[in-house]
């Protein structure tokens, strides 16, 4: 998450708009042992973004001389600490000549500084905007921290600025967690067969030890140096409960399992594969964001496997062209054939997913990407995209910063997340993308 350091004189509203950031999510405060006491730091979101806040309020209730020495300490450690400076000020006082020096210091530090004028809800706000636009750090955001106003400004001043910085959570790397799977599908999909066949012992799943608890099953590997962890399947608690053969696709099942997993492998028979319920499983895949492989299981029937391959393909892309290039992995859990390719698959759906593309290079491409094919003018004027960045992973989720946010067409924001797919190679993973005012 982006480390956003809340900066200014005391009483311009600094711990309002913590506390608005922090939200109800998290009340409870750290003050992390080691650092100085009354700095404060807590999880924060605006919207998408992901925000470690910096506070600097504590110092606020000194009344004696150590405040200015404990002010600069705080104001220190926060700029030190912060990928990106928060400098408020108040909007109804207008500049003073702490917020003055505030000023100096912040512009002489690398670190991107948005300016924010707080308490602008009231009309007569007005004067101390513009006076804070002479502090050097271009147009201020016009804030009401209290009254919550101002915060879609607040927002698109953040991406803006964080440029190469990255809102997307580092503990998302972290390359020991287990890369967590579910195998989803119709029942007699195949999709025991190829469970028993992946993890190679039977016994996996009809013993009561190995993993299985009452509502839930998982199993753990390691394929290639990485951690695999297969997780809650209908098939496999169908398994382990004693065979119901003629068992009715559970939807809640299904949905269960796709919400644990991080990649979710939908196994088709290959005979049906792609028909209207296999199509409402990988649209639920695709709306829970999750990285998707298809698999089409029983190849050790096909007759004439070249022809049939290239006919679900096609009708793989054509049905579900909002997962465009979804891996596809045709294979015989009974002969072993192909299943060789299932891990490697999963592995790419994972990476593909967790993809981050660097701002700089994101709004190269979209220059390039608006030009070749500008927005359509809406009432004789044009929507004109401004600035792009991905807010999150898992899935891919970008903002677009454009004037006329609220005209883009559903058919514009397609062909930009298309191409965005060819340009940044990202295929078959859902994506987001969400477009606002300004910028
Ligand atoms: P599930 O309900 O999706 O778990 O499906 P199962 O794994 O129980 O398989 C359903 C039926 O298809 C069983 O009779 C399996 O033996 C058969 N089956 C599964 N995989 C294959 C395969 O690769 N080739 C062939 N020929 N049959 C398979």
Do not use: C
């Amino acid at each position: 998450a982006l480390k956003l350091a809340i900066v200014g004189r005391p009483n311009v509203g600094k711990s309002t708009l913590f506390n608005r950031l922090v939200g109800k999510r998290l009340a409870l405060v750290d003050d992390r042992p080691g650092v100085t006491r009354d700095r404060r730091y807590a999880k924060g979101s605006l919207g998408d973004l992901e925000l470690t806040l910096i506070d600097t309020a504590g110092f606020e209730d000194i009344t004696d001389d150590s405040l200015e020495s404990r002010m600069r300490e705080q104001t220190e450690a926060a700029i030190s600490d912060g990928d990106l400076i928060l400098f408020m000020v108040d909007a109804r006082e207008g500049v003073t000549p702490l917020d003055r020096i505030f000023a100096e210091r912040l512009r002489r530090q690398p670190k991107p500084v948005v300016l924010v004028a707080n308490k602008s809800e009231s009309r007569e706000s007005g004067g101390g905007v513009g006076e804070a636009h002479a502090l050097g750090f271009g147009e201020p955001v016009a804030l009401s921290a209290e009254h919550g106003e101002g915060m879609a400004d607040l927002y698109a001043a953040l991406v803006a600025a964080a440029g190469q910085e990255s809102f997307i959570a580092d503990e998302e790397d972290d390359a020991d967690k287990p890369i967590r799977i579910a195998i989803i599908g119709r029942p007699n999909a195949g999709k025991s067969t190829l469970i028993n066949r992946l993890i190679g012992e039977d016994r996996m799943l009809t013993g009561p030890e190995a993993g299985i608890t009452r509502d839930s099953i998982s199993v753990d590997w390691e394929y290639e140096g990485r951690n695999i962890r297969l997780v809650d399947t209908a098939g496999m608690r169908r398994k382990a409960r004693v065979q119901e053969k003629l068992e009715k696709l559970s939807v809640a099942d299904t949905i269960r399992a796709i919400t644990f997993a991080e990649v979710v492998v939908l196994v088709m028979d290959k005979d049906n594969a792609f028909d209207i319920q296999d199509l409402q499983l990988a649209d639920l895949v695709e709306r829970e964001g999750r990285a998707i492989v298809y698999v089409a299981s029983k190849w050790d029937l096909e007759e004439e496997p070249q022809a049939r391959l290239a006919e679900l393909t096609r009708l793989a892309d054509s049905k579900l062209s909002q997962l465009r290039g979804t891996p596809f992995v045709a294979l015989s859990a009974h002969s072993g054939w192909g299943v060789d390719r299932l891990m490697p698959a999963i592995i790419k759906a994972h990476e593909t997913w967790s993809v981050k593309v660097k701002t700089r290079d994101l709004n190269d491409w979209l220059a390039v990407a608006t030009q070749r094919h500008p927005p359509p003018a809406v009432d004789g004027k044009r929507i004109k995209p401004k600035y792009m960045a991905q807010t999150k992973a898992r899935p891919p989720t970008f903002v677009l910063f454009a004037s006329r946010a609220s005209s883009m067409p559903e058919t514009y924001k397609r062909y930009l997340i298309n191409a965005l797919r060819e340009s940044f190679d990202l295929p078959g993973t859902p994506m987001r993308l969400t477009v606002k005012s300004g910028g």
